[in-house]
């Protein structure tokens, strides 16, 4: 084990100022899951993303799990949901007691393939039983195929999430990912680009869903002075401490955009000539906010696997992982329908198998990063050599 410290995939990066946000909300004593910062906070994301109205949240799986409350999904209803996500995508179809439909990537963004989403509405349609909703996951911080998917989704009615948590800031036709579906959703874990520690954020344009939204993320409570409760609802809110970290946070959100996207284009200098290594693209008229640099490996090509790789740099204390394993393929799902891309096509098995997620945090320095380089180089090299 090597003596450097620990380079992680994407770890907190504070600005400074959470301190001063956190502080207010300790002299005005707001220590509750409401206040100042959750009501600033919320507006001034949907300002950044140019949406009518937004509710903070105690996670970004409670954001989802609320857009399903609010489109009236229960128990034997389809919900379809991109395959190639983290598993928090799918986790609330599953509180509900719906039915996951899990539908392909296709290979210009790693996102829901329009193709495979079109012929599962097809055979929905057939069968006479539409989903109830549709969880469209921007992968890494990479939109969505939204136009083509939206205009789907519409011909039948289909209402569409947005699972937006790895890519908040990122853009897609000049508008903010996150805002094109019925609702998008955010995340604010650890990990993700700007952080919370854990939250969330549900996003829509339908004041009305959020100010119900809002309802049921607080117990339901009936306006009545006696605690009257009507419908089960959830502890869902965000806290005002954590809401304080939030708007510091979304005030460098730009920032962590643009280092991100230059420790990506550094890897594109150190890798991009070398054959059999593709980095996931970024689909023109979008900007991708390189929440994670992710690419493929050829192994014929390189004489080396992904978790081979892995380990290598996992020797030198550094952080790498395989992209997310497909939800189709995960034990809990096991049986349910999958859509591939094309007939015998599945992109998402494809890159499951090829893909690997470099360290891209914002806060990484020039050094860190050469480590990074240096040791994916060595490994790559001596490998080639003892193909030759
Ligand atoms: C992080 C993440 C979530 C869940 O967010 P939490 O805030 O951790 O609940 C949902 N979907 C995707 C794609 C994510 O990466």
Same mark, same amino acid.
């Given at each position: 084990? &090597?003596?450097?410290?620990?380079?992680?995939?994407?770890?907190?990066?504070?600005?400074?100022?959470?301190?001063?946000?956190?502080?207010?909300?300790?002299?005005?004593?707001?220590?509750?899951? $409401?206040?100042?910062?959750?009501?600033?906070?919320?507006?001034? $994301?949907?300002?950044?993303?140019?949406?009518?109205?937004?509710?903070?949240?105690?996670? /970004?799986?409670?954001?989802?799990?609320?857009?399903?409350?609010?489109?009236?999904?229960?128990? /034997?209803?389809?919900?379809?949901? &991109?395959?190639?996500?983290?598993?928090?995508?799918?986790? @609330?179809?599953?509180?509900?007691?719906?039915?996951?439909?899990?539908?392909?990537? +296709?290979?210009?963004?790693?996102?829901?393939?329009?193709?495979?989403?079109?012929?599962?509405?097809?055979?929905?349609?057939?069968?006479?039983?539409?989903?109830?909703?549709?969880?469209?996951?921007?992968?890494?911080?990479?939109?969505?195929?939204?136009?083509?998917?939206? *205009? !789907?989704?519409?011909?039948?009615?289909?209402?569409?999430?947005?699972?937006?948590?790895?890519?908040?800031?990122?853009?897609?036709?000049?508008? =903010?990912?996150?805002?094109?579906?019925?609702?998008?959703?955010?995340?604010?874990?650890?990990?993700?680009? !700007?952080?919370?520690?854990?939250?969330?954020?549900?996003?829509?344009?339908?004041?009305?869903?959020?100010?119900?939204?809002?309802?049921?993320?607080?117990?339901?409570?009936?306006? *009545?002075?006696?605690?009257?409760?009507?419908?089960? /609802?959830?502890?869902?809110?965000?806290?005002?401490? $954590? *809401?304080?970290?939030?708007?510091?946070?979304?005030?460098?959100?730009?920032?962590?955009?643009?280092?991100?996207?230059?420790?990506?284009?550094?890897?594109?200098?150190?890798?991009?000539?070398?054959?059999?290594?593709?980095?996931?693209?970024?689909? +023109?008229?979008?900007?991708?906010?390189?929440?994670?640099?992710?690419?493929?490996?050829?192994?014929?090509?390189?004489?080396?696997?992904?978790?081979?790789?892995?380990?290598? $740099?996992?020797?030198?204390?550094?952080?790498?992982?395989?992209?997310?394993?497909?939800?189709?393929?995960? @034990?809990?799902?096991?049986? =349910? =329908?999958?859509?591939?891309?094309? +007939?015998?096509?599945?992109?998402?098995?494809?890159?499951?198998?090829?893909?690997?997620?470099? @360290?891209?945090? &914002?806060?990484?320095?020039?050094?860190?990063?050469?480590?990074?380089?240096? =040791?994916?180089?060595?490994?790559?090299?001596?490998?080639?050599?003892?193909? &030759?």
């Amino acid at each position: 084990m &090597s003596n450097y410290s620990r380079i992680f995939l994407s770890s907190p990066h504070m600005s400074g100022n959470e301190q001063k946000y956190i502080n207010e909300a300790f002299e005005t004593n707001w220590i509750a899951p $409401l206040g100042p910062n959750v009501d600033q906070f919320e507006r001034e $994301l949907s300002d950044y993303v140019d949406v009518r109205d937004a509710a903070a949240t105690s996670s /970004g799986t409670a954001a989802i799990h609320l857009a399903l409350q609010l489109l009236e999904v229960e128990q /034997g209803d389809v919900v379809f949901c &991109s395959s190639l996500t983290f598993i928090a995508s799918a986790n @609330p179809i599953v509180y509900q007691g719906a039915e996951p439909v899990f539908i392909d990537s +296709e290979p210009d963004t790693w996102n829901m393939s329009p193709l495979a989403l079109e012929r599962a509405l097809l055979d929905a349609e057939y069968e006479g039983k539409l989903p109830k909703a549709v969880i469209v996951v921007n992968l890494y911080g990479q939109s969505a195929k939204m136009d083509e998917i939206m *205009a !789907i989704c519409n011909r039948y009615s289909v209402p569409v999430i947005e699972d937006a948590a790895e890519s908040l800031g990122a853009e897609y036709k000049g508008k =903010k990912s996150g805002t094109f579906g019925k609702f998008g959703i955010y995340s604010f874990n650890g990990n993700k680009i !700007i952080t919370t520690s854990g939250g969330g954020m549900l996003v829509s344009n339908d004041e009305a869903a959020l100010k119900k939204a809002r309802f049921l993320a607080t117990q339901a409570r009936d306006p *009545a002075p006696h605690y009257q409760h009507s419908v089960a /609802g959830y502890n869902y809110r965000m806290s005002n401490i $954590l *809401a304080g970290v939030g708007r510091a946070q979304l005030e460098v959100l730009n920032d962590r955009v643009a280092a991100r996207r230059s420790i990506f284009n550094r890897y594109v200098e150190a890798f991009g000539n070398i054959e059999g290594i593709n980095f996931m693209p970024e689909l +023109e008229g979008t900007l991708h906010n390189r929440w994670l640099t992710t690419l493929t490996i050829d192994r014929e090509e390189l004489g080396v696997s992904p978790m081979k790789l892995i380990d290598a $740099l996992a020797e030198e204390n550094i952080e790498a992982r395989p992209v997310w394993k497909p939800l189709h393929l995960q @034990p809990l799902f096991e049986g =349910k =329908k999958y859509y591939m891309h094309e +007939e015998g096509r599945s992109v998402s098995d494809k890159l499951f198998a090829n893909g690997l997620c470099l @360290p891209s945090g &914002s806060n990484m320095t020039e050094e860190q990063q050469q480590r990074v380089i240096d =040791k994916v180089l060595d490994v790559v090299h001596s490998n080639k050599v003892r193909i &030759s």
